[in-house]
């Protein structure tokens, strides 16, 4: 639940590789479980690894263990671990995990930054147009008040006087409001699994970046079928 809210998904990507070289390598899974979580810096994703280590010293598949970790660890990457372990090809298998992991987060590393400018952008003329209604038109109010006494101002400057009057009463509530804004969205920009998955969420709302983002899950089903045609799991499905 909670704990999940400060891994990076970058870090679940390094371990499916890291993971893989181990496989490759013969040593005792538990023990090259246990040597790869102090490896990673996030506290609940050491834990994590730690839990897996212990249930495969135990005699549980390392797809069993992992499968208690839905947060983490994709269920389809999980399957296809635990046709690997069937077929004898895990290690080919975690090698393929690793790649369209890699790939995976690098299309969402791009999606981020086409939108980092955009937002940076809203934040700073929204900041600035507080700033401005808050100190500068009131100024102005007090200029004009001077000068055009008892004379009717545009329609414009009325409307603006207004709107800095609004923001000058409730001014530390909006500045309260856009710091929960500013919060919520270096959250989103963080890479965490959670921040990732609603940004995700967000971006396939508008109609030119869902199409995308379902072409490019029909591309990564049919890798991951290829990969299964490649190792023979005629029961992967």
Not at 93 to 102: G, M, N, W
Request: charged share 15%.
């Amino acid at each position: 639940g909670r704990s999940s809210l400060s891994t990076k998904a970058a870090e679940v990507t390094g371990f499916y590789k890291q993971l893989s070289l181990l496989v490759k390598s013969n040593l005792p899974l538990p023990q090259g479980l246990y040597q790869l979580a102090s490896n990673f810096r996030r506290r609940d994703f050491k834990k994590v690894l730690l839990s897996i280590s212990e249930d495969t010293s135990k005699g549980r598949t390392l797809s069993g263990a992992m499968a208690q970790f839905p947060k983490y660890f994709n269920p389809l990457h999980i399957k296809m671990i635990e046709c690997g372990e069937k077929n004898g090809t895990l290690s080919e298998i975690l090698s393929e995990i690793a790649y369209v992991s890699r790939i995976n987060q690098q299309i969402i590393s791009n999606a981020k930054a086409s939108l980092f400018y955009p937002a940076f952008i809203l934040i700073f003329t929204a900041t600035l147009m507080v700033l401005i209604l808050r100190f500068v038109i009131p100024e102005f109010d007090r200029i004009f008040a001077d000068l055009f006494e008892g004379e009717r101002l545009p329609p414009i400057t009325q409307f603006l006087i207004i709107i800095s009057d609004i923001v000058c009463h409730n001014f530390i509530f909006i500045c309260a409001i856009m710091g929960a804004v500013i919060i919520v969205i270096l959250w989103l920009f963080s890479g965490t699994l959670s921040s990732q998955n609603v940004l995700l969420r967000f971006i396939c709302q508008f109609p030119f970046t869902r199409r995308a983002f379902m072409n490019l899950n029909n591309a990564k089903f049919c890798f991951i079928w290829a990969v299964f045609m490649k190792n023979k799991m005629d029961n992967a499905l």
